[in-house]
């Protein structure tokens, strides 16, 4: 598979996401610069984390004007899998493919540490390879990551299952303690309407290998590799 | 505006002396002019030049056959670690920006030494910081609540500053060290260490080499801020320092240096660089000069070029200026397009200002009219020298004279136990750590928390060769890093204290299953003009020297910050010592907690050192929490036997037989037993505890504060699976190593039982207070 990964000023995972790829999962990808328009010849599009253009104004709000989101929008419009990580989370949304907003931590500080995920519905490209039962360790690392949505849109994303991911205990509940950032009902990522846009704040690249001290966040990659690998077996027949 | 006329006012306002002035006329054979003045007087700060600790500087091992950039030579280090790869890095300080400003203090100290370290070509990997504050809760020598407060707005305040640069560059902040000591009011210590790696022919040179080769200044426009920052940082603080200082603080922009580091390490993959270097301390003027220096050629720039943020710039400010992420490029002629090409790619402003000359002088125009013409190598490089007169302090005898006659013992170690891990110094950083991004760039394999950070550095972290091959991405190498002083042991005994510094980070790097390469130093002293205050520099320096000679830890450089003094006296003196081991092979990674219940607790090294009559209680974190005193001979260092204790332990971690490994330092014994069950997280919200059986009543001979809380050194408590026991123990008594069996891992709480009684502590209750109270102070 071909993976594109996005570069804009001040994207400092598109690196990460690149090593994880290649050099865990063994397949191709790419940095592909924010001045380049075009997307064709990928399979999949990743948006890495970072501080693109330096979060001036508010995050994510300058790079959705940068060329290659034009091609961000057409790729997903035809059913392509884009995959949001921490900054690219707030880009996506920013650039309207995700709906909702990632605001100021409620602690006001910037918060890295490991947190426990349940994934909420492995109905997605992003999730179909993640065992139900499974709580997944990885680390976070952001000083805007609180979603927040009006009461209409965190209605319809759980009427529609689009809530993927939310913040829990070691045991699996949704508490206040359990929440790094007073995100609505614990929510750490969602996907749109169609299914094929996703985007959430903690880091899986960072634990896709088991020396880093997990490699619980290789299930989403993997899922992702998979339902490319079941769509090109259909495309097929 | 025409230049002020040169009065001996003038003069002195340049922190210059009347015979330093002598001198500059002497080498001009004429009066400067302004701007000459301004250059003078921050190449000739202690800063820029060292001029008074030069000499002692003179005395640190520098060498091993794996050193490629030795110090002085360059803007930092450079260390071999194998298959072609090395590593470069520093530690530099901003001390007197952060006491006046400590946000942008300390954003600028780390930006600083990021391209300290991208300028000699390497990519950025992690950054580490040793930061010193005032009290921050009442009980720890200070009790009046505006200074308690003042302390806090200044440690959050650098926390902060260190968060948004490090996080935005995309740099982990992997390690640190925080003290909180009175001495530190008003002049906090914001110490910044950060890590590259490169090829060895990915070297960059900061020289301007090739007469004729085209001057290029690349990064954002200069501005008023930070003008003569150096010389700010060579000078007492005031209590009028924040009023009239705050202009010489910097302001830094991450995103800006994000771009310039990418932009340069992709330019440094073409071969259109003659010689690199960033503009930092004394800006455009120390860049110049330097570059020319190293090369033995002269440089010539027209200041009209210079992009410029504020107008009616004179040619005094461009030059003095200090803002932030800017860089000077020396390119190949002919290839001045590539250069063009990448920073329009990153939208990077880029400026040919001038041209590398072949008659050895530094010319800077304005509109075309010479403002300086200045011998670039004699401005480098011969600044003044001074051997400052030396003089043992008086409280030294007192000191020594210190005994426990009149000190009751330990009364209640049960709550005193839970009191050290709740002190600030001793207590868990993770409101510190949790700001910082620790994890980017996936190569944190041991995270804050540890007694010393561990780093993968693997293929894909080096910058983008020239060949454009790319290494086996199988190559992998681990570095494990370090800071430490403990700055109290030096005010107690300068020379003691110094080798303690480099024994207990060498110590802190055997813990994690490292040996050392080299390292850095960053010398945070008072005023070098009392003669009791530079015998504490020197003293600590023969003891920092002999350390680093006898633990093979050469130093590859480092920094001075002298004039650390406020209104409230002098700091304690602080060399703090940043050391960078390797690991051969991922399994030898050790961490400091506990493992698995069963596992056996062994101390390496003697519990209570019977030569010392103090026991390990000078200068203990003990004696001043519960006595309120910082006195007493500090422990001694016995280098032979740490080094032999370094030794096994490798040993012993190489042959798998380790689960864990702690060094005992502030808090003694007791606390590395509590921080061994309580200090590993598994995640947000969810530490993982473990309880331990210790029994110490064997050791009769020691008072019970020496035997729980004593600061001995040499001792690392591990621990190791039931059926490697007798390996293990066997193999320390052939070392000559002390190796005693002390209990074992389990259960939910920690005991220990001493000849006299035994004390219990549900883990859970340790981990609350030691957890939580940075947390709570800075509420």
Request: proline residues 6%; contains cysteine.
């Amino acid at each position: 598979m071909n993976f594109a990964v996005l570069q804009f000023p001040g994207s400092n995972c598109d690196q990460d996401c690149v090593h994880v790829i290649k050099n865990v999962l063994g397949h191709s990808a790419r940095l592909v610069w924010h001045k380049d328009n075009s997307l064709a010849g990928y399979d999949a599009v990743l948006v890495p984390g970072g501080f693109s253009y330096g979060d001036y104004l508010r995050t994510g709000a300058i790079a959705r004007f940068s060329p290659i989101m034009h091609a961000v929008q057409g790729f997903a419009a035809n059913g392509g899998p884009v995959l949001g990580i921490c900054n690219g989370f707030q880009i996506l949304c920013e650039a309207g493919l995700l709906p909702g907003a990632l605001i100021r931590n409620r602690s006001l500080q910037f918060r890295c540490e490991h947190i426990y995920l349940k994934t909420a519905t492995f109905d997605t490209p992003f999730t179909s390879k993640i065992p139900h039962d499974k709580l997944l360790r990885i680390p976070i690392a952001h000083g805007e990551g609180c979603y927040f949505a009006d009461d209409a849109t965190i209605a319809k994303l759980e009427a529609n299952h689009q809530v993927l991911w939310q913040y829990v205990t070691a045991q699996g509940e949704l508490t206040k303690m359990s929440n790094p950032n007073g995100s609505i009902h614990n929510i750490a990522g969602i996907c749109n309407e169609g299914r094929n846009v996703a985007g959430l704040m903690p880091h899986p690249e960072r634990a896709s290998e088991s020396l880093l001290g997990s490699d619980d966040g290789r299930l989403i990659f993997e899922s992702l590799v998979n339902w490319l690998n079941n769509r090109s077996k259909t495309k097929a027949a | 505006m025409s230049d002020p006329a040169i009065t001996p006012e003038l003069v002195k306002k340049h922190n210059l002396t009347p015979e330093e002035y002598v001198k500059i006329k002497a080498i001009l054979g004429r009066e400067p002019s302004y701007t000459e003045l301004g250059i003078f007087s921050v190449m000739w700060s202690e800063h820029c030049s060292y001029k008074n600790t030069r000499p002692l500087l003179k005395t640190f091992p520098t060498k091993s056959p794996k050193i490629l950039v030795g110090a002085g030579e360059e803007n930092a280090g450079i260390i071999d670690i194998g298959d072609g790869l090395a590593i470069a890095f520093k530690i530099e300080s901003h001390n007197h920006p952060s006491a006046v400003e400590p946000f942008q203090g300390a954003t600028t100290g780390v930006g600083g030494i990021v391209r300290d370290i991208f300028t000699m070509g390497a990519r950025p990997i992690c950054s580490v910081n040793s930061l010193r504050f005032g009290p921050i809760t009442k009980g720890s020598g200070e009790d009046d609540p505006q200074v308690l407060s003042n302390n806090r707005r200044l440690f959050s305040g650098v926390v902060a500053g260190i968060a948004h640069y490090g996080n935005c560059f995309g740099i982990p902040t992997v390690a640190g060290e925080v003290y909180f000591d009175k001495s530190y009011e008003g002049n906090p210590l914001v110490n910044a260490f950060c890590l590259g790696v490169l090829r060895h022919e990915q070297i960059a040179r900061g020289a301007a080499k090739g007469v004729g080769n085209p001057v290029f200044y690349v990064g954002p426009a200069t501005g008023r801020d930070g003008l003569a920052g150096a010389a700010f940082a060579s000078q007492d603080l005031t209590d009028e320092s924040a009023q009239q200082q705050r202009g010489a603080v910097q302001v830094g922009d991450p995103f800006m240096e994000k771009l310039v580091c990418e932009a340069c390490l992709e330019l440094l993959a073409t071969d259109a660089v003659a010689g690199i270097q960033d503009m930092g301390a004394a800006g455009l003027t120390c860049s110049t000069c330097e570059t020319a220096a190293r090369a033995g050629t002269g440089i010539e720039i027209e200041l009209d070029k210079v992009p410029q943020r504020a107008p009616n710039m004179t040619p005094y400010e461009i030059m003095l200026s200090e803002s932030q992420e800017r860089m000077l490029i020396i390119v190949e002629k002919g290839r001045e397009d590539e250069v063009k090409r990448i920073f329009d790619k990153w939208d990077l402003p880029w400026s040919h200002i001038g041209e590398v000359t072949g008659d050895g002088r530094m010319i800077v125009r304005c509109h075309g009219k010479v403002v300086a013409d200045l011998p670039a190598a004699i401005l480098a490089n011969e600044a003044p020298v001074y051997h400052r007169e030396s003089r043992e302090p008086a409280y030294l005898k007192k000191v020594r004279e210190f005994t426990l006659a009149g000190v009751p013992d330990s009364k209640d170690p049960v709550a005193e136990l839970k009191t050290l891990l709740a002190e600030p110094t001793i207590a868990s950083k993770n409101w510190v750590y949790r700001q910082y991004d620790h994890m980017v760039r996936d190569g944190s394999v041991v995270c804050p928390g540890s007694d010393a950070a561990v780093l993968r550095i693997k293929a894909d972290s080096l910058p983008v060769s020239k060949d454009g091959k790319e290494l086996d991405p199988k190559i992998e190498k681990f570095i494990a890093i370090t800071v430490d002083c403990n700055a109290g042991y030096v005010y107690l005994d300068p020379y003691e204290g110094g080798k303690i510094a480099v024994a207990e980070a060498a110590r802190n790097l055997a813990c994690s299953g490292a040996t050392p390469l080299g390292t850095t130093d960053n010398l945070n002293f008072a005023n070098p003009f009392n003669p009791e205050l530079f015998w504490q520099l020197k003293e600590s320096v023969r003891g920092v020297a002999e350390a680093c000679r006898f633990f093979n830890a050469p130093v590859t450089g480092g920094n001075c910050s002298l004039y650390n003094q406020s209104p409230n006296g002098p700091i304690d003196p602080t060399p703090t010592i940043g050391m960078v081991g390797q690991i051969e092979k991922p399994e030898h990674i050790t961490t400091q907690w506990f493992k698995n219940a069963g596992d056996v607790v062994i101390l390496l090294g003697d519990a209570v050192n019977s030569k010392d009559p103090l026991q390990g209680l000078g200068g203990s974190a003990f004696l001043e929490k519960f006595h309120g005193l910082k006195t007493g001979t500090p422990p001694v260092c016995d280098m032979e036997k740490e080094k032999t204790l370094h030794e096994t332990l490798h040993g012993l971690i190489i042959s798998g037989l380790i689960k864990s490994a702690h060094d005992c330092s502030e808090g003694g014994l007791a606390v590395t037993l509590a921080e061994s069950c309580i200090s590993h997280q598994d995640a947000r919200e969810t530490p993982s505890l473990i309880g331990a059986q210790i029994d110490l009543s064997g050791i009769v001979d020691a008072r019970l504060d020496a035997l729980l809380f004593g600061e001995t050194q040499g001792r690392i408590v591990i621990s190791v699976a039931p059926d490697d026991v007798v390996k293990v123990t066997e193999r320390a008594k052939i070392m000559g190593v002390p190796a005693t069996k002390i209990g074992s891992v389990g259960g939910a709480d920690l005991t220990i039982k001493t000849s006299k009684s035994s004390y219990a502590w549900p883990v859970a209750d340790l981990h609350r207070p030691w957890w939580n109270s940075i947390a709570e102070a800075m509420k």
